[in-house]
T-cell receptor, first 110, second 112 residues
Framework: GENVEQHPSTLSVQEGDSAVIKCTYSDSASNYFPWYKQELGKRPQLIIDIRSNVGEKKDQRIAVTLNKTAKHFSLHITETQPEDSAVYFCAAKRDSTLTFGKGTMLLVSP | DGGITQSPKYLFRKEGQNVTLSCEQNLNHDAMYWYRQDPGQGLRLIYYSQIVNDFQKGDIAEGYSVSREKKESFPLTVTSAQKNPTAFYLC???????????FGSGTRLTVV
C-alpha cells in the first residue's frame, strides 16, 4: 500500500519568515495530494491540494509543488503569522482512500 | 457543523464494554471513512465505505466494526477486542475520485 513520509516533525520560525514542509510518497499511481491544517482539538481543514497533472499551485501565502518523477511534494508558507501555528498533514490518494503523513507541528513566534 | 456531525464529542468507556460512535453527513457524499488519531502517529485508516451496504477494512481494523445501512450514516463500534482504544476518532466523507475529505469534529474516547 501507499506510504507517506513527512518532514520535519516540528518547525519553529519567526513571524514573517517562510516555512517549508516536505513529503514523499511510494505509490506512483497516487494522483491527488492535499494538505490539511489542524489546530489543537479541532478537525483537520483542507488548505490546498494538487492533482498529479499539475506541478505547482498557489493560493495567497501558501503554495504546493509536486515532483511526480521523484514522488515528492512540498508545502510552502510565506510571510508566516502566529495564526499559522498548527499541525500540518500531507496526504496522498490512490483510488478512494487518503494515506496521511505523521504531521508537522509549525510554531510561529511573534 | 460543516455538513458532517460526530457525536458524542467526549466518551468514556469502561474496559470490556463496546461503544458506538456516531457519524452523520448531509453532503450527499458517497464515501465515508473512519480514522484514528494518536499523538505523533498521524491519521490511520480504520474502515471505509464507498457505497451503502458495503465497506472495507483499513490499516487498523482489528477490534472495530462498522455498518453502512444509509448513505448519510456510518457508525463505528469499538469492541472490547480493541486493546488500546483511547484515542481521537475522526469521521470523514468525500465524493468519489481525486478529491479531499470533509472531516467531522471528532470524538475523543477514553477508557477508564
Amino acid at each position: 500500500g501507499e506510504n507517506v513520509e513527512q518532514h520535519p516533525s516540528t518547525l519553529s520560525v519567526q513571524e514573517g519568515d517562510s516555512a517549508v514542509i516536505k513529503c514523499t510518497y511510494s505509490d506512483s499511481a497516487s494522483n491527488y495530494f492535499p494538505w490539511y491544517k489542524q489546530e489543537l482539538g479541532k478537525r483537520p481543514q483542507l488548505i490546498i491540494d494538487i492533482r498529479s497533472n499539475v506541478g505547482e499551485k498557489k493560493d495567497q501565502r501558501i503554495a504546493v509543488t509536486l515532483n511526480k518523477t521523484a514522488k515528492h511534494f512540498s508545502l510552502h508558507i510565506t510571510e508566516t503569522q502566529p495564526e499559522d501555528s498548527a499541525v500540518y498533514f500531507c496526504a496522498a490518494k490512490r483510488d478512494s482512500t487518503l494515506t496521511f503523513g505523521k504531521g508537522t507541528m509549525l510554531l510561529v513566534s511573534p | 457543523d460543516g455538513g458532517i456531525t460526530q457525536s458524542p464529542k467526549y466518551l468514556f468507556r469502561k474496559e470490556g464494554q463496546n461503544v458506538t460512535l456516531s457519524c452523520e453527513q448531509n453532503l450527499n457524499h458517497d464515501a465515508m471513512y473512519w480514522y484514528r488519531q494518536d499523538p505523533g502517529q498521524g491519521l490511520r485508516l480504520i474502515y471505509y465505505s464507498q457505497i451503502v451496504n458495503d465497506f472495507q477494512k483499513g490499516d487498523i481494523a482489528e477490534g472495530y466494526s462498522v455498518s453502512r445501512e444509509k448513505k448519510e450514516s456510518f457508525p463505528l463500534t469499538v469492541t472490547s477486542a480493541q486493546k488500546n482504544p483511547t484515542a481521537f476518532y475522526l469521521c470523514a466523507s468525500s465524493v468519489r475520485g481525486p478529491n479531499g475529505y470533509t472531516f467531522g469534529s471528532g470524538t475523543r474516547l477514553t477508557v477508564v
